[in-house]
């Protein structure tokens, strides 16, 4: 499999169709990524096909000491911040993999596969807390939050995404995990990370 800086360098090369390739390997995430910030099957849809399309489109000024996926979550995070100011409307929910046919999507798996049936929906109302969490946080605490513990990128990657320094999403990441611990209280175990 190809590496992005050789996709892109074969696109950037008159290959156009090549750029499917990061497409298809970056759709999901991207979608993932718009969702949790509108909240909406389709609208997320919409702008993260739109992010795709306008890092196309400026491909030429990509510069090589980010990875691309940094490069486009940024385009996607800034289209999800325009979508708002069009539409001013705040953010709704916080999904890892949402069912597009459900009606109220699982923010978080938090079933263990090794427990038994009677857990599942004391882990489904977890579930539900935690969405609900996330959601009542800030716009930069939610971005923070969900591109760091749930995308799983590191601080230097976030801050790049939101365009701060790394100190800055340090604190949107501490007030948003105080507000969590406030609202969820004991029904979460929590570890130290960052």
């Not at 096909?49 to 990875?67: E, M, S, V």
């Not at 857990?119 to 539900?128: F, I, K, S």
């Not at 100190?167 to 609202?183: D, S």
Request: hydrophobic fraction near 40%.
């Amino acid at each position: 499999m190809a590496t992005d800086p050789e996709v892109i360098d074969a696109v950037l090369g008159g290959d156009v169709e090549r750029y499917a390739e990061l497409v298809s390997r970056y759709q999901l995430a991207a979608w993932k990524l718009a969702y949790s910030f509108v909240g909406n099957f389709e609208d997320a849809k919409e702008l993260s096909q739109n992010g795709f399309a306008k890092a196309y489109q400026h491909l030429r000024t990509f510069r090589r000491r980010a990875k691309f996926s940094t490069w486009l979550y940024r385009i996607i995070v800034n289209e999800c911040k325009d979508f708002f100011k069009r539409t001013a409307r705040r953010p709704r929910t916080v999904s890892l993999s949402p069912d597009p046919d459900a009606e109220d999507p699982v923010v978080f798996d938090v079933a263990d596969p090794s427990g038994d049936p009677s857990d599942t929906m004391a882990n489904l109302e977890l579930a539900r807390q935690l969405q609900a969490a996330i959601n009542a946080l800030s716009g930069n605490q939610r971005a923070a939050f969900v591109l760091h513990h749930v995308d799983g990128l590191s601080l230097d990657e976030v801050s790049e995404i939101m365009c701060c320094r790394v100190g800055t999403v340090k604190a949107h990441l501490f007030r948003a995990c105080q507000q969590l611990r406030a609202r969820l209280g004991p029904s979460v175990r929590w570890e130290a990370t960052t």
